[in-house]
């Protein structure tokens, strides 16, 4: 799969689909087609539809629907940490396959970051699998636009949490730069 130039895989978007992208908060009548681009976004976990219903409903004003020719092209959830609401945690980040290496990501991630009712947070934490590298990049790429003052540590063991089922989630904290 080419991922650094998916126009060539798909030449119907060699138009700059990064131009026909429209980014808004998730309604409940989108919860079936997030739950639809999770599942072809491998590494990601899927969770049941309801899950996504809910966060299309519940968390719409943390989470963000990208949608490209009226198609889902990416969609982030996240939530402000119930012990620390100035910290946003990111759960998935999913962009389909038609629009991969563009970028994509990291502006869900920063617009999502510039909506008002979020503008207090001061931090974004995420897991990530170890090899998760579109993951690690993306986030990687947030610290160092912050100041590369983020630092990594377990949160969930394969062996002790996990019971061996699941790879060990790396919890990356992320202080943001407020004075920008």
Same mark, same amino acid.
């Given at each position: 799969?080419?991922?650094?130039?998916?126009?060539?895989?798909?030449?119907?978007?060699?138009? #700059?689909? @990064?131009?026909?992208?429209?980014?808004?908060?998730?309604?409940?009548?989108?919860?079936?087609?997030?739950?639809?681009?999770?599942? *072809?976004?491998?590494? !990601?976990?899927?969770?049941?539809?309801?899950? *996504?219903?809910?966060?299309?409903?519940?968390?719409?004003?943390?989470?963000?629907?990208?949608?490209?020719?009226?198609?889902?092209?990416?969609?982030?959830?996240?939530?402000?940490?119930?012990?620390?609401? *100035?910290?946003?945690?990111?759960?998935?980040?999913?962009?389909?396959?038609?629009?991969?290496? =563009?970028?994509?990501?990291?502006?869900?991630?920063?617009?999502? !970051?510039?909506? #008002?009712?979020?503008?207090?947070?001061?931090?974004? @934490?995420?897991?990530?699998?170890?090899?998760?590298?579109?993951?690690?990049? =993306?986030?990687?790429? =947030?610290?160092?636009?912050?100041?590369?003052?983020?630092?990594?540590?377990?949160? !969930?063991? @394969?062996?002790?949490?996990?019971?061996? #089922?699941?790879?060990?989630?790396?919890?990356?904290?992320?202080? !943001?730069? $407020? $004075?920008?």
């Amino acid at each position: 799969m080419i991922v650094s130039a998916p126009w060539i895989a798909y030449p119907e978007i060699s138009e #700059k689909p @990064e131009n026909h992208w429209s980014f808004s908060e998730p309604k409940a009548e989108d919860g079936d087609d997030v739950y639809k681009l999770i599942a *072809n976004c491998p590494p !990601l976990d899927v969770n049941s539809s309801y899950c *996504n219903f809910l966060q299309a409903t519940h968390f719409s004003q943390t989470c963000i629907l990208v949608r490209y020719k009226g198609e889902v092209a990416g969609f982030a959830s996240a939530y402000r940490k119930p012990q620390q609401p *100035n910290t946003l945690f990111v759960w998935q980040v999913a962009v389909s396959s038609k629009c991969r290496g =563009l970028g994509l990501a990291s502006q869900m991630i920063e617009k999502l !970051l510039a909506r #008002k009712h979020l503008s207090d947070i001061t931090a974004v @934490e995420t897991t990530i699998t170890q090899d998760n590298q579109a993951s690690w990049a =993306l986030f990687k790429k =947030l610290d160092a636009h912050n100041g590369q003052h983020g630092h990594i540590s377990t949160f !969930l063991d @394969e062996n002790t949490h996990f019971k061996g #089922k699941h790879d060990t989630e790396y919890l990356y904290h992320i202080p !943001l730069n $407020t $004075t920008q």
